[in-house]
């Protein structure tokens, strides 16, 4: 094939590959980046949640164990 012979359209395909390569890792990096994100988020939303939960569980039973229940 002509195509193939001349060795510009060689360069200009491996310099649109590599510039289609940078495109797909970058918005691959950017998206992984955002659900890490989101999910250390969830993660600390649970954990501030559950928190208060366990704080109250604590607190209850060591009046149940000082003898001064509500």
Not at 3 to 14: C, K, M
Not at 55 to 64: A, C, G, L, V, W
């Amino acid at each position: 094939m002509v195509l193939y012979q001349t060795p510009g359209i060689v360069a200009y395909l491996f310099l649109a590959m590599a510039i289609a390569l940078l495109i797909f890792f970058s918005y691959v990096s950017v998206t992984m980046i955002i659900s890490l994100q989101r999910q250390r988020e969830m993660r600390r939303r649970k954990k501030s949640r559950n928190t208060k939960n366990v704080s109250r569980y604590m607190e209850e039973r060591f009046r149940q164990d000082m003898g001064r229940d509500r």
